[in-house]
């Protein structure tokens, strides 16, 4: 319980997904500013590379999540997916 009750206290320094903020607004200061933090870099240069590298790899994954239901299979249900793989049940039942 006394775990707990740290990472409660921690819970206001966690940051953002910057693939989540890019997600909702590829504009996004905030975005570009974790980004920054986290991978350490000095220069907006190799912030706005790796700003691309985010978004090209969501345009990809959209891309292949539509090419994926195009087959005339109903849209799968993730939550229902990510139960059905054992091992992601047992690490997420263990949280």
Known sequence: SAMAFFQ???TPFLL???RWLLGR???SNKARFIIKKLRGFRY???VETEVEH???AS???S???SNDNSGGSSAKNPMLEMFQDKK???LVIST
């Open 8 to 10: 409660l206290l921690l």
């Open 59 to 61: 345009k990809s994954q």
């Open 44 to 46: 907006d240069e190799e």
């Open 16 to 18: 953002e997904s910057p």
């Open 88 to 90: 992601v049940r047992l």
């Open 54 to 56: 985010y978004l090209g």
């Open 63 to 65: 891309c292949n999540d």
């Open 25 to 27: 607004n590829a504009n």
